[in-house]
């Protein structure tokens, strides 16, 4: 089984300082905002496959083309 990945920086302020906490799985510490936050994967959307579809069909959600109608 493979490592899960870690943030590239805070969500907060954007600062590459990031620990993991001690706080559980997913738990992460920004030393320059001083604030802590849990990243969780909660799954894979069924509706982003239709958007990728209609991204490559050059149509926006409602199924029309979205250059400036």
Do not use: V
């Amino acid at each position: 089984m493979s490592e899960r990945a870690a943030p590239f920086y805070c969500p907060y302020c954007g600062d590459e300082d990031l620990r993991p906490s001690e706080q559980g799985h997913g738990a992460w510490e920004c030393a320059a905002c001083n604030r802590a936050f849990q990243l969780k994967f909660l799954g894979l959307l069924a509706r982003g496959l239709q958007r990728g579809r209609d991204a490559l069909d050059g149509l926006d959600g409602n199924g029309t083309e979205g250059k400036g109608i």
